[in-house]
T-cell receptor
Framework: SQQGEEDPQALSIQEGENATMNCSYKTSINNLQWYRQNSGRGLVHLILIRSNEREKHSGRLRVTLDTSKKSSSLLITASRAADTASYFCATDVSEGGSEKLVFGKGMKLTVNP | DVKVTQSSRYLVKRTGEKVFLECVQDMDHENMFWYRQDPGLGLRLIYFSYDVKMKEKGDIPEGYSVSREKKERFSLILESASTNQTSMYLC??????????????FGPGTRLTVL
């Protein structure tokens, strides 16, 4: 069941520029998470934002959440080549009486040195 | 430092073989998960477990089974491997409670090829 969807699917920028990724989802959520995956590796959790929060920061990362638009954005400031990775948003979904975390298909960020 | 390890990074098996993928976490997490990741399809949940000997089906459990005999270990079993099970398999764990509220810690993944 697809819940979150990242946009754009791919982004290529120069080192030092800011990168913005968006995630849209369909049903109401309790929280939204962002993960990073370097090529061929496991996912690494970046940040979690709860439905009653509008903005959250962690280092060079800034996440916003607009529950009225069912969307979130991840901003990476002053990007570095090491930020090259795939980024996923994940939202909680209630199905059949249980809750689970559903990941989007991901978007690929390339930061050119 | 928290760690989730998977038994193999790369694995090549033949159609019909029984395949075991092992996952171990050292964080004393109650919840553990198995996903598969395919291009264009993202991560799909196969099975999860919220306690020893407990398991729940995810979105795509067909052709798979799991075993959780100890808290730190969660095994994924392909009873009779097929070529459509060629994929990247990711194990994850998380703190107990409503797991969707908690971050998941992932292993490095096992890239399985079934010939």
């Amino acid at each position: 069941s697809q819940q979150g969807e990242e946009d754009p699917q791919a982004l290529s920028i120069q080192e030092g520029e800011n990168a913005t990724m968006n995630c849209s989802y369909k049903t109401s959520i309790n929280n939204l998470q962002w993960y990073r995956q370097n090529s061929g590796r496991g996912l690494v959790h970046l940040i979690l934002i709860r439905s009653n929060e509008r903005e959250k920061h962690s280092g060079r990362l800034r996440v916003t959440l607009d529950t009225s638009k069912k969307s979130s954005s991840l901003l990476i400031t002053a990007s570095r080549a090491a930020d090259t990775a795939s980024y996923f948003c994940a939202t909680d979904v209630s199905e059949g009486g249980s809750e689970k975390l559903v990941f989007g298909k991901g978007m690929k960020l390339t930061v050119n040195p | 430092d928290v760690k989730v390890t998977q038994s193999s990074r790369y694995l090549v098996k033949r159609t019909g073989e029984k395949v075991f993928l092992e996952c171990v976490q050292d964080m004393d997490h109650e919840n553990m998960f198995w996903y598969r990741q395919d291009p264009g399809l993202g991560l799909r949940l196969i099975y999860f477990s919220y306690d020893v000997k407990m398991k729940e089906k995810g979105d795509i459990p067909e052709g798979y089974s799991v075993s959780r005999e100890k808290k730190e270990r969660f095994s994924l079993i392909l009873e009779s491997a097929s070529t459509n099970q060629t994929s990247m398999y990711l194990c994850a764990s998380s703190l107990p409670g409503f797991f969707t509220y908690n971050e998941q810690f992932f292993g490095p993944g096992t890239r399985l090829t079934v010939l």
